[in-house]
């Protein structure tokens, strides 16, 4: 055969044979192990992560308040939080900000946190709790701010109830020992404790002077990150943008994927409330958590709910 033959024949050999796919892109992401994070549980489960070209690994971490130094520290990239944690956050100068949207609670539809007390409590009303302790989950966070706004719409002083920090999961078994006298808590945890009845609601709604719909939290980074790393940002954003989408579609599905994930009992993933998943970001849904935590002193003035959004084109 000639050269020029032999040479075009090897060529079209290799021009033949498909390019390799490129190796994911290893991305750490934190979340908090509850169904305000069953975007992440989608999002694996179904593939969207991988059909972005990412190779996440997820750490279940307490709160916002812990995942965010992780983030700053660089352990994590990015990172589930409450918006209060970052509002803070955001203040004190960090370089932190929202690029997806996480949880959305709207009022009787998506109430996602309660304000319990022990099934067995002599407190009918929140101003009952002056003097008492109340667990949450972090302080400096979401919960410390509702508080404060349901002490003061109770006619007491915000800072009349103690709070203290207990994880969520160990919310009912603190107020069956005494050492608080109520928890603000969360969905399956609410639903759990009331059906089991070892709590009673005292407040259904205590999220209520954030507005609604309101940002309960939602997935951030370092904005330096979002700028370095334009790619990852925009296919994490698209990968949780379609499980909301998925979650909406298909919502027994999504709840079974939660049961599956979390562990819990596939009848209580059936009966709890679940948070809105919206799929892109409202500076709306923000604006109010800003005002409230500006109001009782978190904050020591709000800011446009613009300069802690950094949502990339998708």
């Known amino acids: 055969m000639p050269i020029a033959a032999l040479a075009a024949f090897v060529l079209s050999l290799f021009l033949a044979v498909p390019a390799l796919a490129a190796d994911p892109t290893p991305l750490k992401v934190g979340y908090i192990p509850v169904g305000d994070c069953l ?21 279940a971490m307490k709160g916002g308040a812990v995942i965010a130094p992780a983030v700053e520290g660089g352990e994590l990239a990015i990172g589930w939080s409450n918006t209060v944690s970052i509002i803070l956050a955001h203040a004190k100068g960090f370089d932190f900000a929202f690029l997806a949207p996480g949880a959305e609670g709207v009022a009787g539809a998506n109430d996602v946190h309660a304000l319990l007390v022990p099934a067995d409590s002599p407190l009918t009303s929140v101003a009952g709790l002056a003097g008492k302790t109340v667990a949450i989950n972090t302080l400096g966070n979401i919960n410390e701010a509702a508080m404060r706004a349901l002490a003061q719409k109770a006619g007491i002083a915000p800072d009349a109830i103690r709070l203290v920090e207990v994880p969520f999961p160990d919310m009912a078994g603190a107020m069956a020992k ?3 006298q109520a928890a603000l808590t969360l969905e399956p945890f609410v ?28 997935w951030f980074a370092k904005k330096a990150w979002i700028k370095d790393h334009p790619a990852q940002a925009t296919a994490f954003a698209r990968a949780v943008a379609k499980a909301a989408a998925f979650i909406d579609a298909n919502p027994e599905k999504a709840r079974q994927i939660l049961s599956q994930r979390t562990k819990l009992a596939p009848e209580l993933a059936a009966k709890i409330v679940l948070p809105r998943f919206p799929q ?28 802690i959004l950094d949502a990339p084109a998708q």
């Open 191 to 218: 639903t759990d404790a009331v059906s089991r009845g070892a709590a009673k609601v005292l407040d259904p709604s205590p999220h209520a002077a954030f507005g609604s719909p309101y940002l309960i939290g939602g």
């Open 178 to 180: 005494g050492s608080v």
């Open 280 to 307: 892109r970001l409202d500076p709306k849904a923000l604006s109010g958590v800003i005002d409230v935590s500006a109001r009782f002193g978190l904050l020591a003035k709000p800011f446009p709910a613009a300069e």
């Open 39 to 59: 975007q992440y549980y989608v999002a694996e489960e179904e593939g969207y992560f991988a059909a972005e070209g990412l190779a996440v690994a997820g750490a």
